[in-house]
């Protein structure tokens, strides 16, 4: 279902952000969890626990990370820096079209290319 996709994918973008946070059996757990697809029972079984004592460490570090971002933010400062890149480069190609129907000008066509490696540059960080 889209709401579980959803789920994974945030859990997914946690980790990638702050799985180093993390203990290294809450990591190894949620990598085996998550990355590698195993089920709780073989995780447990790899482990030497209950299956309740790895769903336990899974809850512990989703909550270690959701906290993490709560506290610091960075997915959502990413999520924005994401959508305003995309509305920049928007409009410089709206400037790029128009300088080319319209002035033809040399100079805004350098300001453009030069506003476009710009966004280049913010998207790569």
């Known amino acids: 279902s889209s709401a579980a996709s959803d789920v994974y994918k945030r859990q997914a973008l946690l ?3 702050y799985g180093d946070m993390l203990t290294d059996k809450q990591r190894d ?6 990355n590698d697809d ?4 073989e995780i447990a079984e790899n482990y030497d626990i209950t299956r309740q004592g790895v769903r336990d460490i899974i809850v ?3 909550k270690t990370l959701e906290d993490i ?3 610091t933010g960075l997915i959502q400062r990413y999520h ?4 305003t890149t995309a509305a920049l480069r928007s409009l410089c190609s709206q400037l790029q079209a128009l300088n080319q129907a319209r002035f033809m000008d040399r100079e805004l066509d350098d300001l453009g290319r030069q506003l476009s ?6 998207e790569r960080e």
């Open 117 to 122: 490696d710009a966004i280049d540059d913010l």
């Open 29 to 34: 757990v949620v990598e085996l969890y998550y």
């Open 15 to 17: 980790y990638d952000f």
């Open 80 to 83: 924005r820096t994401r959508a």
């Open 69 to 71: 971002e709560e506290k």
């Open 38 to 41: 195993l089920s709780l029972a």
């Open 60 to 62: 512990r570090a989703e």
